[in-house]
């Protein structure tokens, strides 16, 4: 079984709707998780990052967290075309908490 | 804003060429790493580093090497490219805290021809 596993897409979606990302580990000893945006052509950068149970909001972007099921998702609200890009799941996985294993991740396609 | 630089954008070497691929961070952080990324495959850790010196194996050493002389230098070495080792290189540094995350660099585009 992969570590993190993510649907590969695309997952095209509406202007305006919202798009759900699904991400998970089988690592149950995880305790960090964290959602990374790559446009194509660039490096990942940090969308956001969620440590407890629940959900965690900043803008337009929700990521929520079960440990119990090993799950973590992304929403991303009013989707923009900008949002366009492959996005990535990683989850920590050694006990200092500071080496990552990541998810293949999922391409997202807003559509005009 | 943390900052994370690599040599070279794109890179073209023959096969059996000795590579090295540098990365600068220039935050003073603790924890350097180099991924890989291929298609289909994600991201792939390949060597990390804790400390000036400190190196650890991560899941794809194979065909490399590492050099972390100084804390905000992390160099990455093919001893002999081969075509398998095509690939996009990312470099990523972090403090030397639990759940910090890490900050990438734009990566190097490998071509071994």
């Known amino acids: 079984q992969k570590e993190v596993e993510q649907n590969s897409g695309p997952l095209s979606v509406p202007e305006g709707a919202i798009a759900s990302l699904n991400c998970t580990y089988s690592?149950?000893?995880?305790?960090?998780f964290f959602w990374y945006r790559q446009y194509s052509g660039k490096s990942p950068e940090l969308i956001m990052s969620i440590y407890s149970n629940g959900d965690k909001e900043d803008g337009r972007f929700t990521a929520q967290l079960n440990k119990a099921s090993q799950y973590v998702s992304l929403l991303i609200r009013d989707s923009q075309p900008s949002d366009s890009a492959t996005y990535l799941c990683?989850?920590?996985?050694?006990?200092?908490?500071?080496?990552?294993?990541f998810g293949p991740g999922t391409r997202l396609s807003v559509l005009p | 804003d943390v900052k994370v630089t690599q040599s070279s954008r794109y890179l073209v070497k023959r096969t059996g060429e000795k590579v090295f691929l540098e990365c600068v961070q220039d935050m003073d952080h603790e924890n350097m790493f180099w991924y890989r990324q291929d298609p289909g495959l994600g991201l792939r850790l390949i060597y990390f580093?804790?400390?000036?010196?400190?190196?650890e194996k991560g899941d794809i050493p194979e065909g490399y090497s590492v050099s972390r002389e100084k804390k905000e230098r992390f160099s990455l070495i093919l001893e002999s490219a081969s075509t398998n080792q095509t690939s996009m290189y990312l470099c990523?540094?972090?403090?030397?805290?639990?759940?910090?995350?890490?900050?990438f660099g734009p990566g190097t585009r490998l071509t071994v021809l």
């Open positions: 990523a540094s972090s403090l030397a805290l639990a759940m910090d995350t890490q900050y």
């Open positions: 990683a989850v920590t996985r050694d006990n200092y908490g500071q080496n990552f294993v």
């Open positions: 580093s804790y400390d000036v010196k400190m190196k």
């Open positions: 690592d149950r000893g995880s305790q960090s």
